[in-house]
């Protein structure tokens, strides 16, 4: 069969086949995978910080460059075709570790800005939200990929990704005297961006939710 004639998925498939043949191999050791190690590196930092409470500011500055990196990374690989199974695998790790932690570590956390207690905005119904849609996309994602299945991100997951960046050094912010003592509405405004990643959130996996049915559909048709 030649390369004109396989079927939409087949390359990818068998290219990803190649991938998980020899994982760490040589090529695992390169420039975008080091990149996605930083990223975790850079999350044990954030969380620190955090903990540390009074570092509203500089959180969120580390979540930002931590979360350009996600978008470095992938286009490193994607543009000099770095891709690897390591990589595969490490990224939306390094992803989910951030982003989850930092809702985690945010959640009902508090600060006293003069005689008034204000918190970050994240509840606890948002991270379970949150972390039952990742859990449950990357178990599907696991088994249709083993299975040959091209499963990767759409866009809705990447919406999903960025709004979920923007929402987390919001929610830092929140916590700074500096930030609400002359911007009194930026609680409210994010408030309204928490909202709207929480429901962005599952609308994303709604719709991967769809994507797997017609793919598990697509095979049942096909069997005898």
């Known amino acids: 069969m030649?390369?004109?004639?396989?079927?939409p998925g087949e390359?990818?498939?068998?290219?990803?086949?190649?991938?998980?043949?020899?994982?760490?191999?040589?090529?695992a050791l390169n420039l975008p995978n080091l990149i996605t190690v930083s990223r975790l590196v850079l999350a044990v930092v954030l969380f620190a910080l955090i903990y540390a409470d009074g570092y509203w500011i500089t959180s969120a500055f580390v979540f930002v460059i931590a979360a350009g990196t996600d978008f470095l990374d992938g286009w490193l690989a994607r543009k000099y075709e770095q891709v690897t199974a390591v990589g595969r695998i490490l990224d939306p790790f390094?992803?989910?570790?951030?982003?989850i932690g930092a809702f985690v570590f945010?959640?009902?956390?508090?600060?006293?800005?003069?005689?008034?207690?204000?918190?970050?905005?994240?509840?606890?119904?948002m991270v379970i939200v949150i972390l039952?849609?990742?859990?449950?996309?990357?178990?599907?994602?696991?088994?249709?990929?083993?299975?040959g299945k091209d499963f990767s991100a759409s866009l809705s997951g990447k919406l999903k990704m960025i709004t979920q960046c923007i929402a987390v050094p919001m929610s830092l912010l929140s916590?700074?005297?500096?930030?609400?003592?002359?911007?009194?509405?930026?609680?409210?405004?994010?408030?309204?961006?928490?909202?709207?990643?929480?429901?962005i959130t599952l609308a994303s996996g709604g719709i991967y939710i769809v994507r797997a049915v017609q793919l598990m559909s697509a095979d049942a048709e096909i069997e005898p």
């Open 2 to 7: 030649t390369t004109l004639e396989r079927q």
């Open 11 to 27: 390359e990818t498939s068998t290219r990803n086949s190649k991938l998980l043949r020899n994982p760490l191999n040589r090529d």
């Open 94 to 99: 390094a992803d989910k570790i951030i982003v």
């Open 106 to 125: 945010l959640l009902n956390k508090e600060t006293k800005i003069g005689d008034e207690i204000v918190n970050s905005g994240v509840n606890a119904w």
């Open 132 to 147: 039952g849609r990742e859990m449950f996309v990357t178990s599907l994602r696991g088994f249709l990929e083993q299975q």
């Open 175 to 199: 916590l700074s005297p500096v930030i609400i003592e002359r911007f009194d509405w930026f609680s409210n405004f994010r408030d309204f961006f928490l909202w709207g990643t929480v429901i």
